[in-house]
């Protein structure tokens, strides 16, 4: 939390205790006078809708007005149905659904749960470009996407008619991939990332959902966070009683990271460079990196700008996900894939490239990489070689090499690596210059690249070998991650998936890297660092790990919380990674060789699962009222004394049992 709205929290607490017996809804309701005289802090942190942030922002709201995020998810109308539902057909593996209008409504008939046809109203659309999908309703509460979408290109590219998401595998009734089953339940697989502010609200005894949005779609919000408070600042700017001096605006985050930024371009190199250092927690990358990234919510208390890990599990470069070198294999998104990125490490962030609010490029065509990077060096053929390819190759051509999901979806990778076809003769992983020549052998197109640019190849991402060595079981695998886990010049998103494949290597020659990975500046490398210490003896991992236990970051607490609860018995952490996420029964254990898309829950995402139960804690915990988030401001070092207290205390209350581990378990939930 910026040290300003922490600030604006307390001021906000304290009011409310000197307001005494003031009504509380009185005093926030933002009309009262005094509402005004408080300023922002008598405002409740709520969202304000991005109807209200258009009245005093034209600019940005017509741009987004225009944006796909706009229409991430929609009420199935005329102007937002895209397919056909004009009596249109379509067969799959036997089974022929209709799509039709009866009183201006949209309907399907096709399989459901028991696999008989039977007919559905369509509720929402979702999704709009390249293909769109639809969402049915259930009386549960549960909305079931259906697999049968609409591809929206246009007909000359092979789009405007019906298709099955899985096209060559028979998906039948039964099936975890039917569009009735937790697979495809957009409460629990979908909802966080196509609208604003989602609460899952599962009610497990009954079996029910009431899950609610702020906003249907990725509104202002869902990027700017709650907006009440700025509102209320920007009310106030215009109020009699005067002004409400607040350098922050009321707002959550301040998306100030590209001003004052000047790129100059050196002309030795042909490269821009940033004018000063960028700051360690990228606000904007972890913003968009909610739904743009590979990752499991473990907490809906997300606040943006923090890192990621502070509310989800963030996969790493992992096997099955990546390639060995890092170039994504599986639906990963972007964020993993830019972290990767010799790029990010210098500076550059999403906008730098995307205009946020329209979310398209900043400049068409290779002009968005001409920001930074000279014609005359790269778009030239000295540089690309490519002068008799028609039509001309793009930057992205070579550099972000495309794949395709959802069958019509072409994504970009965004880890800018230069292409190693090299690598590909020796570890088979893949390169974009085979992906056009594919005529040829990887020696043949890095033979070219020698001929063109010299023995030795350029390059950020030098991991292949180790991840290769890992996946493969070869001898080498634990030298060669040990020597990326300890390079700083490695990304750090690497480095901390070297760190958690390094688990069942871990011995004397390597535990220092653990350790000096566990004081590491990026919550993700102190989440690598413990899983490398998964198999320590407890008696060793108390003294390393408990510390972690008052981390800054939510995630990192909750997985020291987790690997000391796993060590008393094996058993104990398998019963913990099956209780969680009661809507998904059975989660870790599906996760077989038939891995659906999206399904896979980590180990560690499903003890972090648990619920929130505050009120089952034990009384000698002393902080009970203090769930503020730890930093450095001296509320926060009050509330890690705290901690530190209840850690003591969990341990002199029963240092060996389970009652520890659960002591454990709620505090690093604060
Ligand atoms: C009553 C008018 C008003 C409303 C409503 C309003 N804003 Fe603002 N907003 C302002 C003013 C005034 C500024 C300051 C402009 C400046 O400093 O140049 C501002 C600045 C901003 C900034 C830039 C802050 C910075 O870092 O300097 C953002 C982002 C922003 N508003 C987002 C929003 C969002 C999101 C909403 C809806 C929740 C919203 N605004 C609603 C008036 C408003
Ligand atoms: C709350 C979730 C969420 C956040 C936060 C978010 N996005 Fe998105 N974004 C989406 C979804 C969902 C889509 C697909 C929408 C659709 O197809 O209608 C999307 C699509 C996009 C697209 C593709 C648009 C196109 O025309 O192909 C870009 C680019 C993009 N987002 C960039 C960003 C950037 C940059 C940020 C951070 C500043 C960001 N997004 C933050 C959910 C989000
Ligand atoms: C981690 C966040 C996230 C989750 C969870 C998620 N989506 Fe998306 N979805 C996105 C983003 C981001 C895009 C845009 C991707 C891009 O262009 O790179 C997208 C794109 C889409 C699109 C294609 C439209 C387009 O513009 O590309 C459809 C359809 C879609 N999602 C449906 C679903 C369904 C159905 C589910 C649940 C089974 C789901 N999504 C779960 C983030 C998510
Ligand atoms: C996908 C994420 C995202 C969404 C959605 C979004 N914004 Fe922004 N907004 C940003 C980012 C990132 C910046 C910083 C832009 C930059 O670095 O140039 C920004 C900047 C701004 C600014 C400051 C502009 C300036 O020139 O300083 C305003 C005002 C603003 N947004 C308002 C809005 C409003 C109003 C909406 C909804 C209509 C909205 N934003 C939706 C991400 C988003
Ligand atoms: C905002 C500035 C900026 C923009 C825009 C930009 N780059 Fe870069 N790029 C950099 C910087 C800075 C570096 C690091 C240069 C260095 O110091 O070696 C870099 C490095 C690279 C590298 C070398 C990677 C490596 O591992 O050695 C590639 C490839 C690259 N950029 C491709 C692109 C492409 C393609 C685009 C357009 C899609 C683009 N860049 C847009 C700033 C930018
Ligand atoms: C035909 C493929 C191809 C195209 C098109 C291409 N590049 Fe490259 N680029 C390469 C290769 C191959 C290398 C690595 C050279 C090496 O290993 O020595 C490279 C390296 C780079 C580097 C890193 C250079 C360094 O000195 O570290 C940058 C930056 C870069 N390219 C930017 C661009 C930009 C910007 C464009 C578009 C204007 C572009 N490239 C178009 C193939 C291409
Ligand atoms: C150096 C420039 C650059 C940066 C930085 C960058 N992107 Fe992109 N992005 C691109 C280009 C180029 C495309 C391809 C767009 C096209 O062809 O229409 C793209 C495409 C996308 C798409 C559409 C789906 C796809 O993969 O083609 C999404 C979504 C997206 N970017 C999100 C992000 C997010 C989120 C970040 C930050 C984590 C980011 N981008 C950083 C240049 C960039
Ligand atoms: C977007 C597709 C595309 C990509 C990516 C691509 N090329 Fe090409 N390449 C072409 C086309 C088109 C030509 C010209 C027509 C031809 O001769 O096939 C060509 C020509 C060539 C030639 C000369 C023709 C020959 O047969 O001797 C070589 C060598 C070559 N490419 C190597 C590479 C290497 C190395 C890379 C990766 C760095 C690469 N290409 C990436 C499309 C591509």
Same mark, same amino acid.
């Given at each position: 939390?910026?040290? %300003?709205?922490? *600030? ?17 809804? +009185? ?153 009735? %089953? ?39 919000? #869902? ?16 109020? +009699? ?40 927690? &990228? ?146 992983? $893949? ?20 001929? +063109? ?32 886990? #300890?390079? /700083?010049?490695? $990304? ?18 390597? *535990? ?29 991992? +108390? /003294? ?33 990674? &099956? ?11 599906? *996760?077989? &060789? ?19 139960? /505050? ?39 029963? /240092? ?15």
């Amino acid at each position: 939390m910026p040290a %300003k709205t922490r *600030i604006v929290a307390v001021v906000v607490s304290a009011t409310a205790v000197l307001a005494g017996g003031v009504s509380w809804q +009185w005093l926030a309701g933002g009309n009262a006078p005094w509402a005004r005289f408080l300023g922002t802090a008598a405002a409740p942190l709520a969202f304000a809708s991005s109807d209200t942030c258009a009245q005093c922002h034209p600019a940005e709201t017509k741009l987004w007005r225009m944006s796909q995020h706009k229409q991430a998810m929609d009420h199935a109308t005329d102007t937002s149905v895209l397919g056909d539902f004009n009596e249109a057909g379509f067969d799959y593996y036997g089974v022929h659904s209709r799509f039709f209008r009866k009183e201006g409504k949209f309907f399907v008939e096709t399989d459901g749960s028991d696999g008989k046809l039977a007919t559905f109203e369509v509720k929402y659309t979702f999704g709009v470009d390249p293909l769109q999908q639809y969402l049915i309703e259930f009386p549960d509460g549960r909305l079931q996407a259906l697999s049968i979408a609409w591809d929206s290109r246009p007909k000359a590219q092979g789009g405007q008619r019906w298709f099955h998401l899985y096209p060559n595998e028979e998906i039948k009734h039964d099936d975890v991939l039917h569009w009735t %089953k937790l697979n495809q339940n957009w409460n629990f697989m979908c909802a966080e990332c196509h609208s604003t502010s989602v609460r899952k609200n599962y009610d497990a005894a009954n079996d029910r959902f009431a899950t609610s949005f702020a906003e249907i779609s990725v509104g202002c919000e #869902a990027c700017h966070g709650q907006g009440s408070r700025h509102v209320a600042w920007a009310r106030s700017q215009q109020s +009699w009683f005067g002004k409400t001096e607040e350098p922050a605006k009321g707002l959550l985050v301040r998306f100030d990271e590209r001003r004052d930024v000047v790129w100059r371009i050196d002309s030795k190199t042909g490269n821009a460079q940033r004018n000063f250092t960028p700051a360690l927690v &990228r606000r904007e990358v972890e913003t968009c990196g909610r739904c743009h990234a590979r990752r499991g919510e473990f907490s809906e208390d997300w606040v943006p700008g923090r890192w990621l890990s502070d509310t989800h599990v963030v996969s790493p470069l992992a096997r099955g996900l990546y390639h060995a070198d890092g170039q994504m294999l599986d639906e990963v998104y972007n964020y993993g894939s830019f972290k990767q990125s010799k790029m990010f490490a210098a500076g550059v962030t999403c906008g730098d490239c995307h205009e946020p609010h329209a979310a398209k490029l900043r400049a068409p065509g290779d002009g968005v990489c001409l920001q930074c990077h000279t014609a005359d060096k790269y778009a030239a053929a000295t540089h690309h070689h490519h002068e008799a390819a028609s039509p001309p190759l793009a930057c992205a051509s070579c550099h972000m090499p495309e794949r395709t999901y959802m069958v019509v979806d072409r994504r970009h990778d965004h880890s800018f690596r230069v292409p190693r076809p090299d690598l590909s003769a020796k570890l088979g992983t $893949p390169n974009t210059c085979n992906d056009c020549h594919r005529d040829k052998t990887a020696e043949w197109a890095a033979s070219a690249i020698e001929r +063109w640019h010299g023995p030795n190849r350029k390059g950020l991402q030098n991991y292949a070998e180790a991840f290769h060595a890992a996946w493969t079981g070869h001898s080498d695998a634990a030298a060669l991650l040990g020597k990326i886990a #300890a390079d /700083p010049s490695v $990304p750090s998103f690497a480095r901390a998936s070297a760190m958690t494949e390094l688990a069942p290597w871990l011995s004397p020659a390597n *535990i220092g890297l653990a350790q000096a990975g566990l004081s590491d500046p990026d919550p993700m490398v102190r989440i690598g660092a413990l899983d490398m210490l998964a198999n320590v003896s407890a008696a060793q991992l +108390w /003294p390393l790990v408990s510390p972690l236990l008052s981390d800054s970051n939510r995630g990192v607490r909750i997985r020291a919380a987790a690997l000391l609860a796993a060590v008393p018995t094996a058993s104990q952490s398998a019963s913990s990674a &099956r209780r969680p996420n009661s809507s998904r029964p059975n989660v870790s254990m599906r *996760i077989g &060789r038939r891995r659906a898309r999206r399904s896979e829950i980590s180990m560690r995402a499903a003890v972090s699962l648990r619920k929130r139960r /505050p009120s089952t804690r034990p009384h000698c915990g002393s902080v009970r009222n203090s769930r503020r988030r730890r930093s450095t401001s001296p509320i926060s070092i009050a509330n890690s004394a705290a901690m530190a207290r209840e850690k003591a205390c969990c341990v002199r209350r029963s /240092p060996h049992h389970r009652g520890m581990l659960g002591c454990i378990m709620r505090s690093a939930w604060r």
